[in-house]
């Protein structure tokens, strides 16, 4: 959990990334923290799951559920 936390402030919070300039508002937080969630869930490639995002990776586990029911 630290180094999604360290990533989060790293990747979210920087002004060059998801939004420019200084946070003045609540929402600006909120916007930003959005947006990094939908990149970490959607854009990003995870190397230990053969460079696929997230949501690609759990599309294919799905898929392979309903391929071979007696799995689940």
């Known amino acids: 959990m630290e180094s999604i936390i ?3 402030k790293t990747e979210a919070i920087r002004p060059e990334v998801f ?3 200084p ?8 916007f930003a923290t959005a947006g990094w969630v ?4 959607h854009q990003r ?5 053969g ?7 759990e599309q294919l586990h ?3 559920l309903e391929a071979e ?4």
């Open 45 to 49: 490639l995870h190397s230990s799951i």
């Open 23 to 30: 946070f003045r508002k609540l929402s600006d937080v909120e």
């Open 51 to 57: 460079h696929l995002t997230p949501i690609e990776y």
């Open 62 to 64: 799905y898929a392979a």
């Open 19 to 21: 939004h420019e300039g």
């Open 69 to 72: 029911p007696h799995l689940i």
């Open 6 to 8: 360290g990533l989060f």
């Open 38 to 41: 939908d990149w970490w869930n």
